[in-house]
C-alpha cells in the first residue's frame, strides 16, 4: 500500500505554497488586531475564522465565554496552557472577534455549529 504524501490530504494555504509566507506573521498578535494594523487573516473576522481549526477545547472556551459575558455562568478566569505555538494567542484571538461582534455568527466559519449556551445576536 502506498501512502499518500501529506500534502495531498491537508492542501496547504496558498502563501505556503506560493512561497509567500511570511515568518513574521506566524505568530499571532493580539495587539496589532486590536490597533486595526494586522493583515486581513487576524484582522477580518470572518477570513480569521475561515482560517480556525475550531478544535473541541476552543469549542467548550467560546462556549464558557458566551455564557460568562451573558451573566450565565462560565468561567471567569482560563488558563490557556501551551507550549510556544500552540495557539494561545489565536484562541483569544477567537475570544476577541466573537465578542467584538463586527461580523455576525453567520459569517464565522465553524462558530455556528459550536451550541453556544445563548443564542449569540452579534
Ligand atoms: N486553531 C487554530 N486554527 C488555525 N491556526 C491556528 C490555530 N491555533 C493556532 N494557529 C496558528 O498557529 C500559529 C501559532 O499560534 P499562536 O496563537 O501564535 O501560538 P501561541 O500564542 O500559543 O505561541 C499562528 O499562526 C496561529 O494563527
Ligand atoms: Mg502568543
Request: net charge negative; glycine share 10%; aromatic share 10%.
Amino acid at each position: 500500500m502506498t501512502i499518500k504524501p501529506w500534502r495531498e490530504i491537508a492542501v496547504p494555504h496558498q502563501d505556503v505554497l506560493k512561497d509567500t509566507f511570511q515568518e513574521s506573521e506566524f505568530a499571532a498578535d493580539i495587539s496589532q488586531v486590536h490597533q486595526g494594523k494586522a493583515t486581513p487573516e487576524y484582522q477580518d473576522a470572518s477570513q480569521f475564522f475561515a482560517r480556525t481549526y475550531i478544535t473541541e477545547g476552543m469549542a467548550l472556551l467560546l462556549d464558557s465565554v458566551v455564557k460568562c459575558l451573558s451573566g450565565h455562568g462560565g468561567d471567569p478566569v482560563i488558563q490557556l496552557q501551551t507550549a510556544f505555538g500552540g495557539g494561545k494567542t489565536h484562541t483569544m484571538l477567537a475570544v476577541y472577534h466573537l465578542a467584538k461582534g463586527e461580523r455576525p455568527v453567520s459569517e464565522l466559519s465553524g462558530v455556528s455549529v459550536i451550541r453556544l449556551y445563548v443564542k449569540y445576536s452579534g
